[in-house]
Nanobody
Framework: VQLQASGGGVVQTGDSLRLSCESSGRTLSQYAVAWFRQAPQKGREFVAAVSRGGGRTLYADSVKGRFTIARDNNKNTVHLQMNSLKPEDTAVYYC????????????????????WGQGTQVTVSS
C-alpha cells in the first residue's frame, strides 16, 4: 500500500488543521492506520491510531481532547483533525499503516508499522 499525507501548513496558536492520508493500491481497510510526528532533533513519536473498522482509536496524552482521528474506508482515507494547535505541535506528520487482524490492539510503536507516507509539515506559530 502506498500512502500520501497532505494538509499541513503554517497556522497560529489555537488554529485548526485537517491532515489527510490517502492510500493507493491496496484497500486501506486491511490496515490499522496511525499518525506519528517528528520535530527537529527529536525522534518520531506516536500521535493517534485508528482500527481497521474505525471503531477504536488511541491517542497520545499530549493530543487527547484536541485531535481526532477518523477513517473513511470507502475513500481509502484517514483524517487527523487537529484543533487548538500549540507551538509544540510543530513537526513533520507521517501516516503509517499496519496490516493486522481486525481484532488486533492498536500499537503506538513505530516499529509495528510497515508502510509510511512521505510526511507533511505542520508549523504552529505563537
Amino acid at each position: 500500500v502506498q500512502l500520501q499525507a497532505s494538509g499541513g501548513g503554517v497556522v497560529q496558536t489555537g488554529d485548526s488543521l485537517r491532515l489527510s492520508c490517502e492510500s493507493s493500491g491496496r484497500t486501506l481497510s486491511q490496515y490499522a492506520v496511525a499518525w506519528f510526528r517528528q520535530a527537529p532533533q527529536k525522534g518520531r513519536e506516536f500521535v493517534a491510531a485508528v482500527s481497521r473498522g474505525g471503531g477504536r482509536t488511541l491517542y497520545a496524552d499530549s493530543v487527547k481532547g484536541r485531535f481526532t482521528i477518523a477513517r473513511d474506508n470507502n475513500k481509502n482515507t484517514v483524517h487527523l483533525q487537529m484543533n487548538s494547535l500549540k507551538p509544540e505541535d510543530t513537526a513533520v506528520y507521517y501516516c503509517a499503516a499496519d496490516r493486522v487482524i481486525i481484532t488486533a490492539d492498536l500499537s503506538t510503536d513505530v516499529r509495528e508499522y510497515d508502510y509510511w507516507g512521505q510526511g507533511t509539515q505542520v508549523t504552529v506559530s505563537s
